[in-house]
């Protein structure tokens, strides 16, 4: 048979749609084109294929060979479709069964020697795979990164020879488990951060409900640490959101690695990374550090020395969850739902407002050095807090065990979280304007309090609304049916840069 069909997968965004290898022997000058919209990766396959063909002691036919890659606008990257390509051109001159390659879908780069190299987004390809009801075959390196796929049937190979063997029935590959035992290491601990009780009950009520968090405070008083320890009190992941993190960081260039498996991103970006870094881009998109800490923590240490236009990326993402990268060629959309914290010092030195004196900046190098961060995305911004610099005599105190444990607070945590998801089936973070009035429910003098706050303070709705559900978050962790005066009056509380301290003190 001169002709032969292979069922693959290509990569578009954080989906895995198909592409059907068609491989036509034909007679004419022999040579081997591509056609599909294949990228320079892609057309190099070719002396890929040949040579491990030969090399794994078949016949390169002789004859004029065509591969189209089907759909043909869908832009075809990467080595993945080695293995596919090469089946095909197996099967269409007659070295292995064509009907064994119906119900089985091919990834994989071929090496030289016939050695099978591993592809980006084999667990996309999996859960894919899986929904299309065909088993997949792809390099043993990717194998525990695509049996994370519950129900998908996947087969690992090393070699070409052990794929044609496969379809050959003569040495039947077996299902590929998980073969390595999935730990979950703990992170930093809570307990290790001396002092700063409001700042930990704020990152408490932060986890709790999902909230984005920004500390001001002067260098060395525990905002970095503070941050770093937040993915240890966030609940625990579902298996949903694990396999969507996971997804996202298979696509990605860095690729999956199953130490990380349900434990949640902490994505710390430096300050000068631009805003393709931040949400993504490239002429075939690719997650940027927005999406890869998608159910985890985006943390932006020294937040006014990012550039202006840079930050106002997030705006969007912040409120949607979501983000769309739209190239000339390609538009993908990435998933985004991601915990923001930030850190900022009160002045250009650090130290306003220090009894010793040691700040020297003038009241318009604060205001210009606080306008680096636009007024929407501060009020998109749940909770300010301000950490001071914590007294010398309790930070050398010997045997300061005053902390509560990671494992304490994540108690806490959950319960307060399984409370929110009975009642609207979400964190409070992402109640909408309908849902927060039904469950954040004020009395008359919580009314008055909020709107007295509001003309003091200058809120938006926004920000208002962003009280509503912080004040909500604080009820769930006092396990109370409705917002007290004491949950509102702590949630305004958290509203640090709108209390407009002032500059001169």
């Not at 069922?7 to 081997?32: C, F, W």
């Not at 980006?120 to 795979?129: D, F, M, Q």
């Not at 937040?230 to 860095?254: F, K, R, W």
């Not at 962790?477 to 702590?490: F, T, V, Y």
């Amino acid at each position: 048979m001169s002709l032969a069909v292979v069922h693959s997968r290509a990569l578009s965004g954080i989906d895995a749609p198909p592409v059907t290898v068609e491989v036509h022997l034909s007679n004419g000058l022999p040579g081997l084109s591509i056609v599909g919209l294949p990228e320079t990766e892609v057309k190099e396959s070719r002396d890929r294929v040949r040579s491990a063909l030969l090399t794994a002691n078949f016949e390169f036919p002789a004859r004029r060979i065509t591969v189209n890659l089907a759909p043909a606008d869908l832009p075809k990257e990467g080595g993945r479709f080695d293995l596919p390509i090469a089946l095909g051109v197996l099967a269409a001159s007659g070295q292995v069964p064509v009907a064994a390659l119906h119900d089985v879908e091919f990834l994989g780069e071929l090496a030289l020697t016939g050695q099978l190299r591993s592809v980006r987004g084999a667990l996309t390809a999996a859960l894919a795979a899986r929904t299309a009801q065909r088993s997949l075959m792809l390099p043993a390196i990717n194998a525990d990164e695509a049996a994370l796929a519950d129900g998908a049937t996947v087969y690992a190979a090393g070699h070409l020879l052990d794929v044609t063997a496969h379809l050959h029935a003569s040495a039947k590959l077996t299902t590929h488990q998980l073969t390595t035992q999935v730990v979950i290491e703990p992170g930093p601990d809570l307990g290790e951060v001396r002092g700063q009780q409001q700042a930990k009950r704020a990152l408490e009520v932060a986890a709790a409900g999902g909230h984005s968090l920004l500390l001001i405070g002067p260098p060395g008083t525990g905002k970095t640490m503070l941050a770093s320890r937040l993915p240890g009190i966030l609940p625990c992941m579902t298996d949903t959101e694990a396999l969507e993190a996971a997804a996202v960081q298979s696509v990605s260039h860095q690729g999956f690695s199953l130490k990380r498996w349900k434990q949640r991103p902490f994505r710390a970006p430096h300050h000068t990374a631009s805003g393709v870094a931040l949400v993504g881009g490239g002429g075939l998109p690719l997650p940027g550090e927005i999406s890869l800490a998608h159910h985890g923590v985006l943390f932006l240490d020294e937040l006014p020395e990012f550039d202006r236009r840079v930050l106002e990326v997030l705006r969007e993402p912040l409120e949607s969850g979501t983000i769309t990268i739209s190239r000339a060629a390609r538009q993908a959309d990435f998933p985004a739902r991601f915990q923001l914290i930030a850190a900022m010092n009160p002045c250009p030195c650090g130290y306003l407002g220090d009894t010793g004196g040691r700040c020297r900046c003038t009241p318009d190098q604060v205001r210009n050095y606080r306008a680096r961060v636009s007024g929407p995305l501060l009020d998109r911004i749940d909770m300010h807090v301000e950490v001071p610099a914590v007294p010398h005599s309790e930070l050398l105190q010997a045997n300061n065990n005053d902390g509560e444990s990671s494992a304490c607070v994540r108690e806490r945590v959950q319960l307060a979280r399984e409370r929110q998801l009975q009642r609207s089936g979400m964190a409070n973070c992402r109640l909408d304007t309908k849902e927060l009035e039904r469950v954040c429910v004020l009395n008359n003098a919580q009314r008055q309090l909020l709107e007295l706050a509001m003309q003091r303070l200058g809120l938006s709705a926004r920000s208002a609304h962003r009280i509503l559900k912080v004040a909500r978050t604080i009820a769930d962790l006092d396990a109370a049916q409705d917002i007290g005066n004491e949950h509102l009056s702590e949630a305004i509380q958290y509203r640090s840069l709108d209390r407009r301290p002032s500059i001169n003190q």
